[in-house]
T-cell receptor, first 113, second 115 residues
């Protein structure tokens, strides 16, 4: 039962353009969401989070949007840079799941110079 | 400040051998998590501790797996005996508090290959 899904295994964009990574969830008890970035041979690195009381959170070039009714969130990277090329994981948690984070499968982003 | 430190970075062993993975969480963090990443199952939580006490080990695949946290700065994940299907990348993560709105900080992982 995959409660957090990232349906696009890969995404390729041109440097300077917008990258949009998507994530869907099925568990309505999830109310805290995070994005992690992972380079090869490294561990996931926290990028940005959002609580369900908000529909948008912004940090520099990174913005996360949350659509609770659609159970959908997205990460926007503007402008995209070659150094952004990595695997991006969406993760979710809820009060009933305790400290357990449920991760999506990841999306490989490639930003071409 | 040093991040989460895992050792070894790579481990190659033969089926049936005991494997011990080590983790040092970020100083001051009270919660520690062990994850496994495989192609088939992605990133899955194995077990987590709060204040050195195991809270939830429901993700531990079988009795061959055990984890301990003897003090606030050290944890081990042991597999005995190891099997080829245990081959994966094992991550340790820590967080400052045990709360569902928490950020977990990951180590670089241990890549385990069981031949």
């Amino acid at each position: 039962d995959q409660q957090v899904k990232q349906n696009s295994p890969s995404l390729s964009v041109q440097e300077g353009r917008i990258s949009i990574l998507n994530c869907d969830y099925t568990n309505s008890m999830f109310d805290y969401f995070l994005w992690y970035k992972k380079y090869p041979a490294e561990g996931p690195t926290f990028l940005i989070s959002i609580s369900s009381i908000k529909d948008k959170n912004e940090d520099g070039r990174f913005t996360v949007f949350l659509n609770k009714s659609a159970k959908h969130l997205s990460l926007h990277i503007v402008p995209s840079q070659p150094g952004d090329s990595a695997v991006y994981f969406c993760a979710a948690s809820g009060e009933t799941s305790g400290s357990r984070l449920t991760f999506g499968e990841g999306t490989q982003l490639t930003v071409n110079p | 400040d040093a991040g989460v430190i895992q050792s070894p970075r790579h481990e190659v062993t033969e089926m049936g051998q005991e494997v011990t993975l080590r983790c040092k969480p970020i100083s001051g963090h009270n919660s520690l998590f062990w994850y496994r990443q495989t192609m088939m199952r992605g990133l899955e939580l194995l077990i987590y501790f709060n204040n050195n006490v195991p809270i939830d080990d429901s993700g531990m695949p079988e009795d061959r797996f055990s984890a301990k946290m003897p003090n606030a700065s050290f944890s081990t994940l042991k597999i005995q005996p190891s099997e080829p299907r245990d081959s994966a990348v094992y991550f340790c993560a820590s967080s400052r508090v045990l709360a569902y709105k928490n950020i977990q900080y990951f180590g670089a992982g241990t890549r385990l290959s069981v031949l």
